[in-house]
């Protein structure tokens, strides 16, 4: 790790929220819908497609679980109304995970039944360890009532997800693999980089064989050559699997993979929930901040 991403990394959380701003702005897509349903309408006509989602999380109230549905069920009919090619990500905690696991199980279950009456798609992001177990609980109940309209998140840094890919193996299979980005404790989460790699092509390849549609969601280039390698394998077909990325990183790597024909989905986030969001990115990929900052000199270097 440079210097300059080890003390991003380790100051990022302390860095007040106007600076962090600057750095937020690539990847956020703005504080409305119009400006994710915007964003999503350009990176369709680059041959991509969105999972759109509305920033915040562990809300404290029922009210705000409710506002959160609202704006969901909005979501959802705005794709459908303006002919989007993008589905929808939510978090547990935005409908009421941590005040009643029954009333966020409502509550998700009304968006899901809203997608699939719409031929569209929900993604139950996966949050910190105290969600998991409920999420997958979640996802377990509603693709039985909702078969192919809803999908939900594994992590390969988390020692437990094998023998989730085995518990979850009855039903139909529909999961975004992501390294994971949340603090774990080591005894339920693994520490070492080369490890949570290693993890993450073993947990894809068992999904692979297990026939499951997979979001491969990573910006490190090693584990798309990894991807792309079981990819081949297997003998997928284009429709077997999606790759996806998050908003306004590695632009290169996107362009590349759409252009070599793989189906593409970009993680389009609105809200004005933007602040734990962009600092759990930045800690988490700190070449985003020398990003930005290199664009910020580039527009102010020249007069």
């Excluded at 979850?168 to 693994?190: M, Q, S, T, V």
């Excluded at 991807?227 to 998050?246: P, S, T």
């Excluded at 590349?256 to 593409?264: I, S």
């Amino acid at each position: 790790m440079s210097i300059f991403n080890f003390i991003i990394s380790k100051t990022i959380m302390h860095v007040p929220a106007p600076i962090v701003s600057v750095f937020a702005k690539s990847y956020i897509a703005g504080t409305g819908l119009d400006d994710a349903a915007a964003v999503t309408r350009d990176l369709n006509s680059q041959g991509c497609m969105t999972t759109i989602d509305v920033l915040g999380e562990f809300i404290k109230t029922a009210d705000e679980a409710l506002a959160f549905k609202a704006q969901c069920l909005k979501i959802l009919d705005r794709i459908a109304r303006d002919g989007l090619d993008g589905n929808l990500s939510l978090k547990p905690t935005q409908l009421g995970l941590t005040l009643d696991k029954d009333l966020c199980l409502e509550n998700l279950r009304e968006i899901v039944a809203h997608a699939a009456s719409l031929d569209n798609f929900v993604r139950i992001d996966m949050e910190d360890i105290p969600c998991t177990d409920d999420t997958l609980d979640f996802y377990r109940q509603l693709r039985a009532e909702f078969p192919g309209h809803v999908g939900t998140v594994l992590q390969s840094y988390l020692r437990r997800t094998p023998q989730d890919i085995e518990d979850l193996a009855e039903g139909r299979l529909n999961f975004r693999l992501c390294k994971g980005i949340y603090d774990e404790p080591r005894k339920a989460a693994w520490k070492d980089p080369f490890i949570i790699n290693a993890s993450f092509t073993q947990c894809l390849e068992m999904l692979f064989q297990q026939k499951a549609y997979v979001g491969i969601a990573t910006h490190d280039e090693r584990l798309v050559f990894e991807a792309l390698r079981l990819i081949r394998q297997y003998g997928l077909k284009r429709e077997d699997y999606e790759f996806q990325m998050l908003l306004g990183v590695d632009e290169e790597l996107r362009d590349l993979l759409v252009a070599q024909g793989h189906r593409l989905r970009v993680y389009v986030p609105f809200g004005k929930d933007w602040l734990p969001y962009s600092r759990r990115r930045l800690k988490e990929n700190p070449s985003i901040a020398r990003h930005a900052l290199r664009q910020l000199v580039g527009k102010h270097g020249h007069h």
